[in-house]
């Protein structure tokens, strides 16, 4: 570079210097041809003036040439003005102007002869000829010289000039420019040094990081040209594709993404209109093409450079296959929630903290009868029991409060025709990340069946309780009639066997006598099972006391209801105001009128409609000294058979009846001094009434 | 012959009614034999008799009906009166369809019982009276020659002496001998007689019913 910087400033100087040489030579030339042109004009001068003598004329002439040429400033301080005469093979200088400083004398006196044979340029001008030449001078010195001849007098002129001193300049100026380049060099690779190495480093290692960045980057980068042409292509647009950079640089990008892309036309066309449709930033979502043949689903961002003259497209390019197959999944995942949700058998609810209802999945919708549109629409108060409303808002509020996540709560709701339903409801709170509480979620189950079932069990549960009631009363009297059986069973075998030994024609055996005692024996036992019986019965009485009939009634309904409302029959209560107290076993009377009501429900769970499935239980009083309570029915009704045998014990229409009941009834009233009786219904059905002294006391 | 005289075997845990009942067993001249429970029976009971049993129903142990299935399990076969001091139609239903003969119910009528036992004596006499009749038939089977038991069954079947002697080879005059000793031999007076009894054998060999009472 230095060598350049020298050679090249070597050269200018060089070119100047020839330029200045060339200079010289015509200002010599000139001066030269100046001087021929004057002598030639005085000695004309000279010859019309005088008249004189051609030697004369001549010597004037030389003259007038001389003092000319002192008033000749002549050029450069080098720079010579020679006249010479030829003098046969000699040379005979008549002058020489010069300036001060120069080494030859401005007048030649006596004149220098030098041989003709001089290689000196006034050789040439004394032999005719006119020009210019370098060469060395008489002195040995390198001139420049211009010779002209000046034939009329035999003279030659020679303007000349040392060499060195034309060159001195240019040397010297060489020697600067030489230094100044060098000095330059060495600056300009000082700087270079100083300032050029780092900054170069640090755009290798910007390149270089940039190439590492698109080499590394999760998403592969192509830049194109206008054209589409693939100019770069990134590690990661190969892995995406399958291309190695080298084969697919050059090739169009439409080899990798579908040309269907409709937001990639842009960068196949050159048309300024597709290329403001991708505005940088916009990502779209193509498909890709890899080398196996395979569909890529791909995400683009295509911004657009000016480089230079060209405007290239850089398209970021991203695999979104694990995307879009997470989001399937995701997709998917809460498509499966979604179906859990809304399928789920029980309603769920989603709310706000405020109540109003977000989401609700169709078991909640169906429960209440509404859509889930008009779900929304509705307040939450709406829905529920006026009664609850209360109830949930504070274990809501509590929920947000306490540590517990969810309760559990007993509500009604209110579905769309306005019945209640009751429910139960689960309620939890979601929280967000930081969890602050954001949302109810509540899980409705709908409790009716449940309560159904509930009342299914109880009822079962008071059926046995009942069942094992009754059948304890059938066991204690199937084991007092076997008891009473037995000896009546003896006694009757004895007397048959003794009326058999009397009818046999022979004296009476010994063993009648004694048979007979037997008979007295087995009497007797029949009569000890009676006695303990009745003081059985009379154990019993213990428990009587006054009750009042209204608490009578109600307590008695409250057991049979389950059971009525299990067969969807009513029990009307028709009670006379003001009834007296009556004194009795509560338990046994309210055993006795649930018979009966029992019986009545039986009865009537075989008739259907249009007949009223209605029980009425009235109770009157009779008058002063009793109550009458009647159990009146519309059911099957009894044939007059069957009401005759009525209170007889095993007696029974019932396919799993004990025939039991009615006669056991009876002997708890007739205990309490009242009597059980059976009518038929006129309407159809039956009636039982009972009476109940009155507690005398009241 | 057998001699042994049907029995009442009455099995009740209640005193008064075994005692009764035995009475009446007396009154009317039924042997009998008075058992307080099921294993009281069981342990004394004597596989040659036979007869009828009275049975209660409800007894602690062994009820009766537990011990009507245990005789079937034991082959007993003794015809049994079931006697009950309370009406239970399943017991009853059960009773009868294992076989009892019948089912009273306490107080019962005397004169029904006695009849339904006399009625149950009666066919087991009869039942004897045919097995008797039926041994004695085999045994005098047992005396016959084989071609006399070839011959008297081609006669039973109808077939004439010619025939007979010309199916087993043998001349008419020898049928006519061997006839009429597998007559005398099996006590046949008349043909009828014969063919009766040969149906008595064959429902023997039929039934393949040994006979214990061989005496």
New interface residues.
């Given amino acids: 570079m230095m060598a350049i910087a020298i050679s090249a400033s070597g050269l200018a100087i060089t070119m100047l210097y020839h330029t200045a040489i060339k200079q010289q030579t015509i200002r010599l030339t000139e001066s030269a041809q100046r001087q021929v042109r004057l002598l030639k004009a005085m000695s004309l001068n000279a010859r019309f003036s005088a008249k004189s003598s051609p030697g004369k004329t001549f010597a004037d002439s030389v003259l007038h040439d001389r003092g000319a040429h002192e008033l000749f400033k002549g050029f450069g301080n080098t720079g010579v003005f020679v006249l010479a005469k030829r003098d046969g093979n000699q040379i005979h200088f008549i002058f020489s102007q010069t300036l001060p400083n120069t080494r030859v004398p401005a007048s030649l006196d006596p004149p220098l002869i030098v041989p003709l044979a001089g290689p000196l340029p006034m050789h040439q001008a004394l032999k005719g000829n006119s020009g210019s030449i370098i060469t060395f001078d008489y002195r040995g010195v390198m001139v420049l010289a211009a010779f002209e001849p000046v034939a009329e007098f035999n003279l030659g002129i020679v303007a000349k000039m040392d060499m060195a001193e034309i060159r001195k300049p240019f040397l010297r100026a060489g020697i600067l420019v030489t230094l100044a380049t060098l000095l330059l060099v060495l600056l300009g690779t000082f700087l270079v040094r100083l300032i050029g190495t780092p900054l170069v480093s640090r755009l290798e290692e910007n390149e270089q990081r940039l190439t590492a960045i698109l080499d590394t980057a999760a998403d592969g980068i192509i830049t194109t040209d206008e054209h589409g042409l693939i100019r770069s292509f990134n590690q990661a647009a190969e892995h995406i594709f399958g291309y190695s950079s080298v084969e697919a640089i050059g090739n169009n990008i439409t080899m990798l993404i579908m040309p269907i892309a409709e937001p990639y036309i842009g960068l196949q066309s050159s048309g300024e209109d597709h290329s403001n449709n991708l505005s940088s930033g916009n990502e779209r979502e193509v498909t890709g093409l890899h080398k196996d043949g395979c569909w890529i689903p791909l995400e683009i961002t295509v911004s657009e450079m000016q480089e230079k003259n060209a405007r290239l497209k850089t398209c970021i390019l991203r695999d979104i296959t694990e995307r879009k197959q997470s989001l399937a999944a995701l997709y998917h995942r809460e498509e499966e929630l979604r179906l859990i949700f809304e399928n789920a058998p029980v309603g769920v609810c989603i709310c706000t903290l405020n109540g109003d209802i977000l989401r609700a999945n169709h078991a909640f919708c169906t429960l209440l009868g509404y859509t889930e549109s008009e779900l929304l629409a509705k307040d939450y108060p709406s829905i529920i029991h006026s009664g609850d409303l209360r109830k949930l808002q504070m274990s809501s509020r509590q929920l947000l409060v306490s540590p517990s996540d969810s309760f559990s709560l007993e509500i009604s709701f209110v579905e769309k025709q306005g019945l209640n339903i009751p429910c139960m409801l689960r309620g939890s709170v979601i929280n967000d990340k930081n969890g602050a509480p954001q949302l109810y979620v509540a899980h409705i189950e709908d409790r009716s069946e449940q309560l159904k079932t509930e009342q299914l069990v109880r009822e079962h549960s008071e059926r046995l309780a009942h069942v094992t009631r009754l059948s304890s009363m059938g066991e204690m009297a199937?084991s007092i009639?076997?008891e009473i059986?037995?000896?009546?069973?003896?006694?009757?075998?004895?007397a048959?066997?003794?009326q058999?030994?009397i009818d046999?024609d022979q004296p009476v055996p010994n063993?009648v006598p004694l048979?007979l005692e037997?008979i007295r024996?087995?009497a007797l036992?029949a009569g000890d099972v009676i006695d303990r019986l009745r003081k059985f019965i009379r154990n019993r009485k213990s428990s009587r006391q006054q009750q009042g009939c209204y608490d009578l009634i109600t307590d008695v309904i409250s057991f049979a209801e389950v059971d009525a409302q299990y067969h969807q029959v009513i029990i009307h209560k028709e009670l006379e105001p003001d009834l007296p107290s009556i004194y009795i076993d509560s338990v046994q009377i309210q055993q006795v009128i649930i018979n009966l009501l029992r019986n009545a429900i039986d009865s009537m769970a075989k008739v259907l409609p249009p007949i009223n499935k209605e029980i009425r239980l009235q109770v009157k009083r009779q008058g002063d000294k009793s109550i009458e309570i009647a159990v009146i029915d519309r059911g099957a009704g009894l044939s007059s058979e069957s009401a005759d045998q009525l209170f007889n014990p095993?007696f029974t229409t019932k396919p799993l009846g004990l025939g039991m009941g009615l006669s056991i009834s009876r002997s708890i009233i007739d205990a309490h001094g009242g009597q059980l009786q059976y009518t038929s219904n006129p309407e159809g059905g039956c009636i039982f009434l009972f009476t109940l002294p009155i507690d005398p006391r009241t | 012959m057998q001699n042994i005289t049907p029995r009442v075997f009455i099995v009740d845990d209640d005193e008064a009614i075994r005692d009764s009942i035995s009475m009446l067993m007396k009154s009317v001249g039924f042997e009998h034999e008075t058992f307080h429970n099921a294993q009281n029976f069981l342990d004394n009971y004597d596989v040659e008799s036979f007869g009828c049993l009275l049975l209660d129903i409800r007894m602690p142990g062994i009820s009766g009906l537990e011990l009507q299935t245990k005789m079937k399990e034991m082959s007993l076969d003794l015809p049994i009166i079931f006697i009950t001091g309370h009406g239970d139609v399943t017991m009853a239903v059960e009773a009868m369809k294992k076989g009892a003969v019948d089912f009273f119910q306490k107080p019962f009528r005397d004169q029904e019982l006695l009849d339904r036992i006399g009625q149950v004596f009666e066919r087991t006499q009869c039942k004897q009276q045919e097995q008797v009749e039926h041994q004695q038939v085999l045994n005098r089977q047992e005396t016959l020659t084989t071609r006399e038991r070839e011959i008297m069954s081609l006669v039973v079947e109808g077939t004439g002496n010619k025939l007979i002697a010309a199916e087993l080879g043998i001349s008419q005059r020898t049928v006519e001998i061997h006839r009429a000793n597998v007559m005398q031999k099996m006590h046949a007076h008349s043909l009828a007689q014969l063919v009766k009894m040969c149906f008595i054998l064959e429902d023997c060999k039929q039934c393949q019913r040994p006979f214990n009472c061989t005496d």
Avoid: D, G, V
Wanted: charged share 15%; proline share 4%; glycine share 0%.
């Fill in positions: 199937t009639a076997h059986n037995q000896p009546l069973s003896a006694i009757a075998t004895y048959a066997a003794c058999r030994l046999q063993e048979t037997k024996t087995q036992r095993f």
